[in-house]
């Protein structure tokens, strides 16, 4: 049964990446148009380029079906002994643990450690009169803390390890292609911090980043145990009922 708490975090979540999303689509741009720099903002292929933009994508795309689940789908846990899941449930425990999380922590997290570094090679500072500063910590911040409330506020049965970091590092490996092949086309390095660097030293920034995603989504998965121990417990129990029926 879904509660009051889980439907109302959805929707907030929900209500801030569509707004986020609106706003950027509106008035983000090199001009008066709205819309139109969609695909050509700063230069080739436009904000479907940034990982940041597509990720508030995945994320708006993840509370939209969250919503969606609590309203017509399902939410059963091990403990309730025999509940059916929903299709879209059992999606959802997928893509949380797959993509939606480690995904949106990989973007907060490496935003603001270059950016601290120095914040030219990742948000340059005339960035600052185009990008409102609360549009900038929708995008880079408050991801986190909402996919942490997420794991604390609903239970996700996260699927066996090989799958779920198999599917994350097929999308790393995805925008790794698609990054080098605007490099290669438009000669448009998406973040300036790869223009600096000699291909070697690419290709090792791209194994760590890639290491990175794996680590992010064990910690997701310790945290879910973690937060969840009652659960797992039911969840083994049950295994091994079914072994022993077997």
Not at 165 to 187: K, P, V
Not at 191 to 212: D, S, W
Request: net charge positive; aromatic share 18%; hydrophobic share 50%.
């Amino acid at each position: 049964m879904v509660g009051n708490g889980q439907l109302c975090v959805h929707a907030v979540c929900l209500a801030s990446y569509v707004y986020t999303l609106y706003f950027s689509l509106r008035y983000i741009g090199e001009g008066d148009e709205p819309y139109v720099y969609l695909f050509s903002y700063r230069g080739f292929a436009g904000k479907f380029k940034y990982m940041t933009f597509l990720n508030v994508l995945l994320q708006t795309f993840y509370f939209g079906l969250s919503l969606l689940n609590d309203l017509t789908g399902s939410y059963v846990k091990p403990s309730d002994n025999g509940g059916r899941k929903s299709k879209l449930q059992s999606f959802l425990d997928v893509v949380l643990a797959s993509l939606a999380y480690p995904i949106g922590v990989f973007v907060v997290m490496t935003f603001w450690a270059i950016y601290a570094v120095d914040r030219e090679l990742v948000y340059p500072k005339v960035l600052d009169a185009l990008i409102p500063q609360w549009l900038n910590h929708a995008m880079h911040t408050t991801v986190l803390p909402f996919l942490l409330i997420e794991q604390y506020v609903v239970f996700h049965d996260y699927p066996a390890r090989s799958k779920g970091i198999s599917i994350l590092l097929a999308f790393g490996f995805a925008y790794l292609c698609w990054i080098l092949w605007i490099a290669y086309y438009a000669d448009l390095w998406v973040y300036p911090i790869l223009q600096l660097m000699e291909t070697h030293q690419r290709a090792i920034f791209f194994l760590v980043l890639l290491a990175f995603f794996i680590t992010i989504y064990i910690l997701g998965e310790v945290i879910n145990k973690a937060l969840w121990r009652k659960e797992y417990a039911c969840k083994v129990q049950q295994k091994r009922k079914t072994k022993k029926i077997s």
